[in-house]
């Protein structure tokens, strides 16, 4: 598999609100990682150590203050006009809450037009075929287009925020903590749905999560950050059989099991 995003050496700082103060939290610090392209790979990691913020850097919600990072072989932060413009369709993200995600004004039709509208210049007809197979293959109702997202459940609503990231086809979803504000049955069925789509479009998923029971099922390699560094990488399998670090092995043994 070839590599999507190459990491080099990446540091995030932010600045402290206070313009009095001179201070400031180095939130990613010196992380190198790559994603291939097919894979499912895992961010794991307690609140606060990093794992958000490098996604936000991937989706250039957030600028380094050092390091690169190469999508398909080139710095995303000295792309011509042309890839600027292509960057959106190839990365899309879901973010944790499906409810403040969604703009509450507007209607489910309205939300998932709006990327085909920013970056295509697709009929109106053509449109709206994608929107009515996108929804179901995220199983639901092209009547759904015609409801505003506090009328649905937060399962739904995070289904709808799939659709929204896979309806310009990108190579990548990162997925920051897409199931955490979801009960455990719901839980399952987003997993098991982000685990359908990749099958059947051959995406490759950044998947972020605490969660280490949900990333054991899903991802194909492991990535375990602590305090903004990347101090473990691996196959799923041998982070989770053999696990080198100290902070790795204490992480493994505080996951909640059912037996």
Do not use: W
Not at 25 to 49: D, P, R
């Amino acid at each position: 598999m070839d590599n999507l995003f190459e990491i080099k050496n990446l540091t995030v700082e932010y600045k402290s609100l206070n313009k009095e103060e001179n201070s400031s939290v180095i939130a990613v610090n010196g992380v190198s990682l790559t994603i291939k392209e097919g894979e499912t790979y895992a961010l794991a990691g307690e609140s606060g150590c990093g794992k958000s913020t490098l996604a936000k850097a991937l989706t250039k919600l957030v600028t380094p203050k050092s390091g690169e990072i190469l999508f398909l072989g080139k710095n995303i932060f000295k792309q011509t006009r042309a890839e600027k413009k292509n960057y959106p369709k190839e990365v899309q993200m879901i973010f944790q809450n499906p409810y403040s995600s969604l703009n509450p004004k507007m209607k489910i039709g309205e939300i998932l037009k709006e990327p085909l509208d920013i970056n295509t210049d697709y009929s109106y007809k053509r449109k709206k075929v994608i929107i009515k197979n996108i929804l179901q293959e995220v199983g639901l109702q092209y009547n759904s287009t015609e409801l505003y997202p506090h009328e649905f459940s937060g399962g739904q609503r995070q289904r709808i925020a799939i659709a929204r990231a896979l309806i310009l086809n990108p190579k990548i979803i990162i997925a920051d903590e897409p199931v955490s504000a979801l009960d455990a049955s719901i839980q399952a069925q987003i997993i098991n749905l982000l685990k359908e789509m990749k099958r059947q479009k051959n995406l490759t998923i950044l998947f972020i999560s605490h969660d280490l029971n949900v990333i054991r099922y899903l991802a194909d390699r492991v990535g375990i950050m602590y305090f903004g560094k990347l101090i473990e990488e691996g196959t799923t399998e041998n982070i989770f059989r053999f696990p080198k670090e100290e902070y790795t092995k204490t992480l493994l043994n505080s996951a909640p099991t059912l037996h």
